[in-house]
């Protein structure tokens, strides 16, 4: 149980365009999701918080123009890459919180397997 | 604000030996803990968290981690190592009051030599 699919596992496109990325929760029902941005050797770095039917949070530096996030239902959740440019190239990951009975904080992030985009 | 540091950035063992990864945490409230793993070019597994329960706590593969207060420290431990362990190990921390959201460490990358 608790698995999260993202889609496409990579995905290689040209400056100035768009890309779309999901994140599924595929067997259990995710009221929020979490975008990360994740650079070669490095730790994850937290985008935004997604909460489904809402608008997300974003972390400080982060352009919510640039990277468009929707939570239009409890088990899907998309980043959109706008006008990408070469420093975007990153391994994007999500994760969805399964919701137990205990306090937010208690709960399980499970990630998806992560997105590589490279914008040439 | 919360915070984590996993000393070392990366560790080589030989296969058999003991595993241990430390982390440190900082927090105004009760922490609760997390250790990851990722292996190459995927996203992460969840290896065990604490939750105010058990200061020891059990997790996948082998793997375990005691919380001690007094240190601030939730280090993890594999008494024998096997060349599967061999990955990247990221310790985090959550805060209820910030929407369960994870802050992790710098990561440690574990080595198994044969």
């Known amino acids: 149980g608790a698995v999260v699919s993202q889609h496409p596992s990579w995905v290689i496109c040209k400056s100035g365009t768009s890309v779309k990325i999901e994140c599924r929760s595929l067997?259990?029902?995710?009221?929020?999701m979490f975008w990360y941005r994740q650079f070669p050797k490095q730790s994850l770095m937290l985008m935004a918080t997604?909460?489904?039917?809402?608008?997300?949070?974003?972390e400080q530096g982060v352009e919510k123009d640039k990277f468009l996030i929707n939570h239009a239902s409890l088990t899907l959740s998309t980043l959109t890459v706008t006008s990408a440019h070469p420093e975007d190239s990153s391994f994007y990951i999500c994760?969805?919180?399964?919701?137990?009975?205990?306090?937010?904080?208690?709960?399980?992030?499970?990630f998806g397997p992560g997105t590589r985009l490279t914008v040439l | 604000a919360q915070s984590v540091t996993q000393l070392g950035s990366h560790v080589s063992v030989s296969e058999g030996a003991l595993v241990l990864l430390r982390c440190n945490y900082s927090s105004s409230v009760p922490p609760y803990l997390f250790w990851y793993v990722q292996y190459p070019n995927q996203g992460l597994q969840l290896l065990l968290k604490y939750t105010s329960a058990a200061t020891l706590v059990k997790g996948i593969n082998g793997f375990e981690a005691e919380f001690k207060k007094s240190e601030t420290s939730f280090h993890l431990t594999k008494p024998s190592a096997h060349m599967s362990d061999a990955a990247e190990y990221f310790c985090?921390?959550?805060?209820?009051?910030?929407?369960?959201?994870?802050?992790f460490g710098q990561g440690t990358e574990l080595s198994v030599k044969p």
């Open positions: 985090a921390v959550s805060d209820a009051g910030q929407g369960g959201k994870l802050i």
């Open positions: 994760s969805a919180r399964d919701r137990a009975s205990g306090s937010m904080g208690t709960d399980t992030q499970y």
């Open positions: 067997d259990f029902q995710a009221t929020t």
């Open positions: 997604s909460n489904e039917g809402s608008k997300a949070t974003y």
